[in-house]
């Protein structure tokens, strides 16, 4: 296959995963809990013994436009390159984005680089123009919500 056959097919399959997109419901999350609701969907095809970070990128009226899975660490930590999460954002076209993390250990409580990482992520946002809502920690049956802890 020639570079420019790889270049058209490339363009016509991201015509129709653009098409599916549009047509796809999209979930609005309006609170930490409906956040909480759609991260335990992701959580339980995921190995729950390490950490796992995922990005939700949103549109303006907070409906799901894409997710995902961008980091796997280990049983403490998962390691968050933020100029992957934007480029992803931007790819989706999100205006903002909800950053999820698991703790498997089962406490929700953020650590200091849980808080370091987050309000790096919310300078790096303002300048793109793509808000942080909110990052959200969950374990399997709680949850612990930065910006309703702490962003008031």
């Excluded at 997109?21 to 309006?30: A, D, G, H, I, L």
């Excluded at 409906?34 to 995922?54: N, P, V």
Aim: include cysteine; hydrophobic fraction near 35%.
């Amino acid at each position: 296959m020639s570079s420019q056959q790889k270049t058209i097919y490339k363009c016509k399959f991201k015509t129709i995963t653009l098409k599916i997109r549009e047509k796809t419901p999209k979930y609005k999350v309006n609170s930490p809990e409906a956040t909480f609701e759609f991260a335990r969907k992701i959580y339980e095809q995921l190995d729950d013994d390490q950490e796992h970070c995922t990005v939700l990128f949103l549109n303006s009226k907070n409906q799901i436009t894409g997710f995902k899975t961008i980091f796997s660490g280990g049983q403490n930590s998962a390691q968050v390159d933020p100029k992957i999460i934007f480029r992803n954002a931007l790819l989706f076209g999100a205006v903002s984005i909800i950053l999820i993390h698991n703790h498997p250990s089962g406490d929700v409580e953020p650590s200091e680089d849980d808080l370091e990482m987050t309000h790096k992520l919310k300078l790096a946002g303002e300048f793109l123009n793509i808000k942080v809502l909110d990052h959200i920690i969950i374990s399997q049956s709680d949850f612990y919500s930065i910006a309703s802890h702490l962003w008031k």
